[in-house]
Structure formats: structure tokens, C-alpha cells
């Protein structure tokens, strides 16, 4: 996934010659408590976020110019990054949102914490046999009954409990991925367990064809 298939295309920007009273209307109407400072050309030029604006009005400041922060400062993506820059920047820099540039450097959306967290709660809702079928996919000659037959004896590794392949079948088509990551102890352990099913299966069809 790019930054612009993640980002908000309603997003709000201001000028540096706008008024902060009236920035500040702006974001309370929209609901939008960040935004791009950008020229006629709609270039970066600056970001202020609510709390700027508070503290302007309580220095009794009037421009937006005045409070911004400018573009050297700021944290942006262009819209073919990788979204995953999205995640890292936001949580490594505590970041509310981040403006995406276009080619010719203008704004043309912005990525906000909450467009992360929506973006994730819709991937945790995947099915677990949408991951398997894609595995199907990738290992080329090797059935989806091998693939749950192996599965299974995966899975009995891991837990210590005996389970059918058609038990286990059954399992991953009414489970989430968000479910599995959950009942796994977290994504490593759940890839691991996906590697490891990968793993066997190839190795048990090596040795079946030396027979």
C-alpha cells in the first residue's frame, strides 16, 4: 500500500497571510486539529496543529505565519512511499498526522493516526484463509490438503493438543487474523507459525517424491 491510498483527501489547509481566529474556526468546523501551511500552488510551506493555535491566541498573535512551523521542520511523505513510513513516523515522532506531496511537491492529502488505525482494524479483520490461500498460491504443486495437513501437525507442535487437518481447516475459515495474532501471543509468533507450516509441507513432499 502507498501514502496515497492511505491518505485523507479531505483535509483542510490555511495560508501564512490567514488569520489564526480564524484558522481556529476552520479546524473546530472540520473537526481537523492539523493542517498544511501552504502558498498559492498549494507547495508546503509550514504545518500548525491546534495547540499552535492555542497558544498563539493566548500570546495575542494574529498571523498564521507568526506560530508555523516551517517546511525544514516538518515530517512529510510523498505519495508513493510506502504507507508503512506512515506507522513508523507517527509512532516514532508522536506524530497527529502527516501532509503527502506529490511530484511537484504540492500537498495533496494528509495521513492521520486515525486513517492508520482504520486502515490496520481493516487488515486484523482479514480472514486467516485469505493468508492461506495466498501460501497456496506461492508454493507451487503443493495442495491445500497438504497445506492443512501440515498445518495441523504445527499446530499440535506448538500447543500440545491433537488436531484433525479438517479441525484445523475449519478453525482458520471462521477466524480473524486479528484473532489468530491474539491466540498466537503476537504477529512474530503467528509468521513464525506460518514459516514453519511452509517449511514442512516442502520437506514432507521432497520426501514423498524420493520414494
Known amino acids: 500500500m502507498k501514502a496515497k491510498e492511505m491518505m485523507d483527501k479531505d483535509f483542510i489547509y490555511v495560508s501564512p497571510e490567514d488569520t489564526i481566529a480564524d484558522v481556529s474556526i476552520k479546524m473546530e468546523d472540520s473537526r481537523r486539529f492539523t493542517s498544511p501551511v501552504v502558498d498559492n500552488e498549494m507547495k508546503l510551506l509550514g504545518w500548525v496543529t491546534s495547540l499552535d493555535i492555542t497558544k498563539g491566541l493566548r500570546e495575542k498573535k494574529n498571523k498564521i505565519s507568526e506560530i508555523m512551523r516551517p517546511k525544514d521542520e516538518i515530517r512529510y511523505l510523498h505519495e508513493n512511499d510506502p504507507s508503512r513510513l506512515a506507522v513508523i513516523e507517527t509512532s516514532n515522532s508522536k506524530l497527529i498526522s502527516i501532509p503527502v506531496l506529490d511530484s511537484n511537491e504540492a500537498v495533496i492529502g494528509v495521513i492521520r493516526s486515525f486513517d492508520i488505525v482504520d486502515t490496520l482494524s481493516s487488515l486484523y479483520e482479514v480472514k486467516v484463509s485469505k493468508l492461506y490461500e495466498a501460501m497456496e498460491k506461492q508454493l507451487k504443486g503443493v495442495t491445500w490438503e497438504e497445506l492443512m495437513e501440515a498445518s495441523a501437525i504445527i ?57
Do not use: H, M, P
Open 155 to 211: 499446530s499440535q507442535r506448538t500447543t500440545g493438543k491433537r488436531i484433525k487437518a479438517e479441525d484445523y481447516e475449519r478453525n482458520i475459515k471462521n477466524s480473524t487474523f486479528g484473532e489468530a495474532i491474539w491466540a498466537t501471543g503476537g504477529l512474530e509468533r503467528f509468521f513464525a507459525g506460518l514459516i514453519a507450516v511452509g517449511e514442512l509441507v516442502i520437506a514432507r513432499k521432497v520426501g514423498r517424491a524420493r520414494k
